[in-house]
């Protein structure tokens, strides 16, 4: 059975970095659209950015522009994506998403 495993959330400052890691043992990312979904408590889920097998990353989260980056290592299977100026309004559950698979999520709070 696929599994994407997430790790790299956790509790961080306003202002404050984290970088979010989705691996996978059976399944090649970079084959596959991935993406980074939040789900902040009692919202709906959204859609914070995306990457195509080619390497395009798209973003239609005005709100995040600037400060979240996406990128991949092929070598190591693993996508990241980069949260730099974290604010308060970035607390959620941060999900990945590869192919129809999805990771388990990990909680990013963003509080002083």
């Known amino acids: 059975q696929v599994q994407l495993v997430q790790s790299g959330g956790g509790l961080v400052q306003p202002g404050g970095s984290l970088r979010l890691t989705c691996s996978a043992s059976d399944v090649t990312l970079s084959q596959s659209t991935t993406n980074w979904y939040r789900q902040a408590h009692g919202e709906a889920r959204e859609l914070v950015s995306r990457?195509?097998?080619?390497?395009?990353?798209?973003s239609d989260l005005d709100s995040v522009e600037g400060r979240f980056t996406m990128s991949r290592d092929m070598v190591k299977n693993e996508v990241y994506l980069q949260m730099n100026n974290l604010q308060p309004e970035d607390t959620a559950v941060y999900y990945c998403?590869?192919?129809?698979?999805w990771g388990m999520g990990t909680q990013v709070t963003v509080s002083a």
């Open positions: 990457m195509y097998a080619r390497g395009g990353v798209t």
């Open positions: 998403n590869n192919d129809g698979y």
